[in-house]
């Protein structure tokens, strides 16, 4: 089905124009299908996100769950999502059942679901094409009861896995291998978003186990993965850090450095968790 009734296309206004179609939203319902109908512009900031949700559920307002899912799926924010969904729980606005569901859906969801009601995109009409229907021309219009359901997929964003799977560890660090597993299932940059977020929280894990998912992720198919694992591990064993990222097949592996050589010569580098602040870490790459 075709919008008949909304054909803005991001081009025809401003990114003042978006603003203040999301700050003019007097209930959640409006805010909701300004959200869902209206194209958004990219490179929103987080700090408007969180302001929307204060502003529709910080007095204890219901389904404050559904707008956080649909602010942190919105392409508006997709470039920030993992700082976004990271401010948004610190509102304290979302309950633990809430942040449960986040991690549910950016964890074990390809996509996120929206359903609306049709009258949202039109009050009236939709176009349906026809195609090659015989006694037609391509198409034609129809009345939509307004009330009927329509859905439309999101795509969930890496950080946001990566932020889900971190969360879910430190939770319960039971989930270590279904997250890895998990991992495993997703294509390429995904699956790393989740390897990633496992080794964002590993500081939750007994040593054994630590040491399992460090070895994981140094063996990950994703550089940028393995990177993070030689981090891990130069905290307490840089010489085999250096040692492993010499023979690696990436080139940009083979030139990382240790955080703390970073550090010491005044280089930026990720702002990810430290590791290797327990000291029985020193016995991760011991036989079992």
Not at 59 to 79: I, K, M, P, V, Y
Not at 133 to 142: F, I
Not at 198 to 220: H, N
């Amino acid at each position: 089905m075709d919008d008949r009734g909304t054909d803005l296309e991001p081009g025809d206004y401003s990114p003042l124009d978006d603003l203040i179609a999301l700050h003019t939203a007097t209930t959640v319902e409006d805010l909701w299908r300004t959200l869902v109908v209206r194209p958004g512009l990219r490179d929103g900031q987080s700090f408007e996100a969180v302001g929307l949700l204060k502003k529709h559920h910080g007095h204890g307002d219901a389904d404050a769950l559904q707008t956080a899912l649909l602010l942190c799926t919105d392409r508006r924010w997709d470039r920030d999502s993992g700082r976004l969904v990271r401010a948004l729980v610190e509102t304290g606005i979302l309950g633990d059942a809430d942040i449960g569901e986040l991690i549910e859906c950016f964890v074990w969801s390809d996509r996120y679901r929206v359903t609306y009601p049709a009258g949202w995109v039109s009050a009236e009409w939709l176009e349906i094409d026809l195609g090659d229907a015989p006694d037609t021309h391509g198409s034609r219009l129809v009345r939509i009861d307004p009330d009927s359901p329509v859905s439309m997929d999101r795509p969930i964003a890496p950080p946001l896995r990566r932020w889900a799977a971190a969360t879910d560890l430190r939770r319960d660090p039971r989930r270590l291998t279904s997250l890895t597993g998990r991992a495993l299932e997703l294509e390429s940059r995904h699956g790393a978003a989740i390897m990633a977020g496992v080794l964002d929280g590993i500081d939750v894990l007994d040593d054994r186990t630590a040491r399992r998912a460090i070895k994981r992720g140094l063996g990950w198919p994703r550089g940028s993965v393995r990177i993070q694992a030689l981090d891990l591990l130069a905290a307490f064993d840089a010489e085999l850090a250096r040692s492993l990222a010499a023979v690696d097949t990436d080139a940009k592996v083979r030139r990382w450095i240790s955080r703390r050589a970073r550090r010491d010569a005044g280089a930026s580098y990720p702002t990810h968790r430290e590791a290797g602040s327990n000291p029985a870490q020193l016995d991760l790459f011991r036989d079992e």
